[in-house]
């Protein structure tokens, strides 16, 4: 059994006094849900003081991009080693923005998840179609070509540590949730793939996590699909009442 994983993305949003507020609130409501893998993803600004505020409290922290270089000179840039200093236990790479407003490809993203992987952090791999992939029954295609360049040359080990969202992008603050036979169709195919690549094992107890509109009212429908391990959730994380509602689906 593979524990539910829900990840908060907050995007561009919070100033730090706003993240720690959300952090101590979550704590607090936080309570009976050991079994859970929580984890809420600040912006970089925010990472540092949200993990002590979160110490102790089995909520994780992700960072929501980073850097497939080292260190130098790289201005605007943060590394994977900074996220670690700051407190990160997970990263979300390929996300569907990055893709589009900031042509991040599949090899760079490859890179990202090697970068992550080396250096102890989980890598959040997210994936998804766009409507017009959709429409033009590309789906299976464009899922099984971004797993296969995101995962290159990693072994089973490096999959072990990875979680993978699957976001339809046309799911994504749109208020459209894919319905839950839609998502549950495409995690089954990505679950397959990654036995085909890997094994059984690693394919049964990787968490395939589902993006895209989720709220506290369709979350227990996805959940009941079995293989929906969990939800990256957007702009529902923002209000604290309604992330513990879906934490607590
Ligand atoms: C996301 O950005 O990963 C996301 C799923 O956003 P939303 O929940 O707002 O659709």
Not at 102 to 116: G, L, P, Q, W, Y
Not at 203 to 217: E, F, L, Q, T
Request: with cysteine.
């Amino acid at each position: 059994m593979v524990a539910p994983f829900i990840a908060g993305n907050w995007k561009m949003n919070k100033t730090i006094r706003d993240a720690v507020d959300f952090a101590n609130q979550l704590k607090s409501l936080y309570t009976g849900l050991d079994e859970r893998e929580v984890v809420i993803a600040p912006p970089f600004t925010a990472l540092y003081p949200v993990a002590e505020a979160l110490k102790e409290s089995g909520i994780r922290l992700s960072a929501q991009n980073l850097s497939d270089k080292t260190e130098g000179a790289y201005t605007g840039e943060v590394s994977a080693m900074m996220l670690v200093d700051a407190g990160c236990e997970y990263v979300i790479i390929g996300h569907s923005e990055r893709r589009a407003l900031f042509s991040e490809r599949d090899a760079v993203i490859n890179s990202k998840i090697s970068m992550a992987l080396v250096s102890g952090l989980k890598p959040i791999f997210c994936i998804g179609e766009t409507l017009n992939e959709r429409e033009e029954l590309q789906t299976f295609n464009i899922i099984e070509r971004q797993i296969k360049e995101g995962l290159n040359n990693l072994n089973t080990d490096d999959i072990r540590r990875l979680v993978i969202a699957y976001e339809p992008v046309w799911a994504i603050g749109t208020g459209k949730t894919a319905i839950p036979e839609q998502a549950q169709e495409v995690h089954a195919f990505i679950r397959q793939l990654i036995e085909k690549m890997y094994n059984e094992n690693v394919a049964r107890d990787i968490a395939v996590i589902y993006g895209g509109s989720v709220n506290p009212k369709n979350i227990g429908d996805l959940m009941a699909e079995p293989d929906i391990n969990g939800a990256l959730v957007g702009g529902a994380s923002l209000d604290v009442e309604s992330f513990i509602k879906i934490i607590r689906f």
